[in-house]
Nanobody
Framework: QVQLVESGGGLVQAGGSLRLSCAAS????????MGWFRQAPGKERVFVAA????????LNADSVKGRFTISRDNVKNMVYLQMNSLKPEDTAVYYC??????????????WGQGTQVTVSS
């Protein structure tokens, strides 16, 4: 069983920054891809960013390119999402996800409970 615990959400003004963290209990954390998704009120959960097992390859959704950066620390079993130049449309619950393989193309099987990010205009 894999447990994921997100932290770092909160209320921020437009243009501000937040750094989300996700702690993973997975014993073989460094072998699997990780990702971030978000769900705004009344909308479906959508992809935000992903990182492969080594951290050497990442993918961002078009809506966050140039503003958000995903990274990981395989020693600490942590994954991060640095969010800069935040916009009101970034307001959502953000979820950490653990992959079923070394790359995000293999999908995600485990989810955290989510952390709320609210961006005020």
């Amino acid at each position: 069983q894999v447990q994921l615990v997100e932290s770092g959400g909160g209320l921020v003004q437009a243009g501000g920054s937040l750094r989300l963290s996700c702690a993973a209990s997975r014993r073989t954390f460094s072998s699997y891809a990780m990702g971030w998704f978000r769900q705004a009120p009344g909308k479906e959960r959508v992809f935000v960013a992903a990182i492969n097992w080594s951290g050497g390859s990442t993918l961002n959704a078009d809506s966050v390119k140039g503003r958000f950066t995903i990274s990981r620390d395989n020693v600490k079993n942590m994954v991060y999402l640095q969010m800069n130049s935040l916009k009101p449309e970034d307001t959502a619950v953000y979820y950490c996800a653990a992959g079923v393989g070394s790359n995000w193309t293999q999908g995600f099987a485990y989810w955290g409970q989510g952390t709320q990010v609210t961006v005020s205009s």
